[in-house]
């Protein structure tokens, strides 16, 4: 079964058009890359897919369930970790974590369970005791990024989970992200950074004005255009 | 493991940070120190009761009015200067500010039938401010009349010998009687006006504070999450959206009502201090009234205290959930301001018009827009118990309770669709 299934999605705000017919499936297990400059509709689509926006038409399955009718069983498997997203400012790393744990699990002895792998996850260690308003860019995405996985989602939906951040935070969070796709869990990201989704993911697509111009690995892209270069493919692809 | 409880608690950590508690700690403070300091002022100048006298008459006239003066409590200065001027610049007197003047010739020209004057100083100094020279000018006043009777009774004793001068001067003292609902009942009416004064200003000023402070608190709880991002994740759990929304008014009504608590504590002891003079002794008399309030029906009874109560209750669910509806309209943090604008005019209307307008005798139009505004209900509240119109404090009750139910199923629906994360109250401004 794929994890995500999109046929046909289309998805506009008033009269303007963000996302205009979109095809494509995720497989699971896999990371996939939706990639695209700035304003082409990934995160319309990443939310489409998280259940929090609708389809204006077309339809999006996550296991078999559909985001419309069957959002609340969508919810249960999975988790989205929205772009440039805040933690309370006034709990500190722990109580975070503990309440997004009991908010997903509502089970005391599974959220403390939860927790123990989030905050081992996170690497904040003695950090996790200080107020969030404390944090760092890099501190707050790594919280977020373990909050995000804690729960164990068989769908992890991740919004430019590294923009933003300096090489040695933007690794980490790429090398865990790795480690838990390893693990089975499935993995939908978006990025505006063509060369770096390439060490992560399995397929990417390339998306543009809300239409996707391709789908498919890095490499057979490149291939395709004969080229090193995955940003030149951009390039030729919306020539 | 009741996740109700858990978001009720995680609202109360995020809103009740350090600095709001130190900010209401340092108004309890604040409050206390300045009606502490203003009281004490008060009851020194109160205690100051000092009257310079000018006597140029010397007459047996002039050392009755003396008496009568001390009589009532005032404490004579005698003052040796030729003239009323020389009288108020002398450093002796530098300190006070009321001044008689008791001219040649008094005893002399009254006792010939003819019109005489006696005159009064109040002396309002240039860089005073407060309450003193206000007191010190009503001090004058008093005195001013203690000064009139006692002459009067003077002139009474020569002309007319044999009669009670308190007879003649005033042969049908006043009997005040206040009436209501018909039922007419025997007590000063400064009292009752007192009393009714002390129900009516007081309580809305309590109220306006905590209705402001909560709907301020949960638009920038929502307005918060809105602008972290952490909505939309909270959006994106399998958690019930209609407990978001009950979490948030639960919260903010929490401490909505721990802040009231202590607001009414501080202001308290501020008027308490301020008032000390004028009010306490009001309320003095109010208590010894109280029998005749209790048969006139003034007084509020427990139950009536409850629907009070129930009746600003209802008032601050209101102005919650139309805060909450606000907030998930506005975009960020910064546009809060201006998105408490209209919950703002709202209040005040309701709080200040029936202040400075008889409702019962003002025109429709604006009745009905009083009315319409749930909050007048919970300001007129007291008032109407008072006058013994439960059936209208029900009926208010019922009307807020409508309009609540109104916003919070209009917030839920908000919550439950996409709305809150696409639909923008934009100021002028088009995309
Ligand atoms: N709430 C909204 N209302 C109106 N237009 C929106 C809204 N959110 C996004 N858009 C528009 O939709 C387009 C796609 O946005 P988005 O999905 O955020 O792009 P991306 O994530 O690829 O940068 C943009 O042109 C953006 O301006
Ligand atoms: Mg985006």
Known sequence: ?239 | MNIFFVLVKKEIKELLTLQVILSIAAMLLIFQVIGKSVGSQNKSTAAHNGVVTLDLDRSAVSRRLAAALAEAGYEIRPSRAANIEAAMASPEHAAENSFILIPEGLERTINSGKKSRVEFYSRFKKNASGLGPVLAASRTRKAAAVVSGELSYYVLERRVPGVAPAFLRNPAPALEFAVVDGHAEEVPLAQVLAFIQSQTYFFPVAVFFIVILSAQMIMTSVAGEKENKTLETLLSSPIDRRLLVMSKLAASAVIAAALSAAYMLGMRSFMSGITAETTLGAAAGVSAAGPALAKLGLLISPQGYFLVGLSVLFCILCALSIAFILGVLSEDLKSIQAMMTPLMMALMLSYLLPIFIDLSSANLGIKFLLYAIPFTHAFMAPQNMMMGNTAQVLWGIAYQAAVFTVCVVYAARLFSGEALLTMRLKFGRKR
């Open chain 1, 1 to 239: 079964m794929n994890a995500v299934e999109i046929r046909g999605l289309v998805k506009k705000y008033a009269d303007f058009e963000a996302v205009s017919g979109l095809t494509f499936d995720v497989r699971e297990g896999e990371i996939f890359a939706l990639v695209g400059p700035n304003g082409v509709g990934k995160s319309t689509t990443l939310k489409t897919i998280a259940t929090i926006l609708s389809p204006s038409s077309g339809s999006v399955a996550v296991f078999g369930l559909d985001t419309a009718r069957e959002a609340h069983g969508v919810r249960e498997i999975i988790s989205y970790l929205p772009e440039e997203a805040g933690a309370y400012k006034n709990l500190t790393g722990r109580e975070y974590l503990d309440f997004m744990a009991l908010v997903f699990l509502r089970d005391k002895q599974k959220a403390a369970a939860a927790v123990a792998f989030g905050s081992e996850l996170s690497g904040l260690k003695d950090r996790l005791e200080d107020k969030v308003k404390t944090y760092s860019k890099g501190m707050t995405r790594k919280l977020l990024l373990a909050r995000a996985v804690m729960v164990k989602p068989k769908l992890a939906i991740l919004d430019e989970p590294t923009s933003g951040l300096d090489i040695v935070n933007g690794y980490e969070i790429r090398k865990t992200i790795k480690q838990l796709a390893a693990g089975g869990m499935t993995f939908l990201i978006s990025s505006h950074n063509m060369s770096e989704i390439e060490f992560l993911s399995g397929r990417i697509g390339v998306i543009n004005k809300g239409k996707l111009l391709a789908c498919d690995t890095p490499a057979a892209l490149k291939t395709r255009f004969t080229t090193d270069d995955l940003e030149e493919v951009f390039i030729k692809l919306t020539q």
